[in-house]
Structure formats: C-alpha cells, structure tokens
Nanobody, 127 residues
Framework: VQLQASGGGLVQAGGSLRLSCAASGRTFSVGVMGWFRQAPGKEREFVASISWSGGNTYYADSVKGRFTISREKAKNTGYLQMNSLKPEDTAVYYC?????????????????????WGQGTLVTVSS
C-alpha cells in the first residue's frame, strides 16, 4: 500500500489549500484516514481523521472550524481542505491510513494506530 500526499505550497495568512492523499495497492472499505503535521523542532501532531466507512470525522481543537476532512471512496482518496490558514499552520503534513474499524474515535489521534503513511507535503503560511 502506498499513500501519495499532494497539494502543499506557499500561501498567505487567511488563504486556503486543499491537500489530497491517494491510496494505491489496496481499496479501503474500513479503517481510518488521518492527517498529521510536524512543524520544525516540534513533535508530530494530530490534525484530523475520517473513517472510511461511515465518514465519522474528528478534529484537533486548533483546526476545528477551519479545516475539513473528507474522503472519496470510489477514488480511494482523502482530502484536507484548509481555510483561514495561519502562520502557525506551517508544517509538513502527512496522511496516514489503517484498516481497523474505528471503535473509539479518539484512537484516531494516535499515530501508532496507523499502518501506512504518505511522504508528507509542505505547507507554508506567510504572515
């Protein structure tokens, strides 16, 4: 299984970007897709997650109301729509996926849950 993240770039504060994560080698019908980010000198942190089957979403408080996670099952692809971007959103964004049913929603915030990771895409927000 390979995850290919794309859509990062340079944007001014207040702008928008849409990240994509295309999965190949496996069709996901259960499990979770998550987005994480890592800023320079900081630990990787959870951003958002969505279950493949029911579309249940969960967000970090720092992005709630600004970011929207979605998935397109027919394309085996997940998305992260990022609006009202702030300089503190600057980071490398990683997508991740697994195939275990989502029973406890908060478990999606744990990077150890995920079996597959994309290569990361850089998002830079200028002030």
């Amino acid at each position: 299984v390979q995850l290919q993240a794309s859509g990062g770039g340079l944007v001014q504060a207040g702008g928008s970007l849409r990240l994509s994560c295309a999965a190949s080698g496996r069709t996901f019908s259960v499990g979770v897709m998550g987005w994480f980010r890592q800023a320079p000198g900081k630990e990787r942190e959870f951003v958002a997650s969505i279950s493949w089957s029911g579309g249940n979403t969960y967000y970090a408080d720092s992005v709630k109301g600004r970011f929207t996670i979605s998935r397109e099952k027919a394309k085996n692809t997940g998305y992260l729509q990022m609006n009202s971007l702030k300089p503190e959103d600057t980071a490398v964004y990683y997508c991740a996926a697994d195939e275990r049913p989502l029973i406890i929603v908060v478990s999606a915030t744990n990077p150890a849950r995920y079996d597959y990771w994309g290569q990361g895409t850089l998002v830079t927000v200028s002030s």
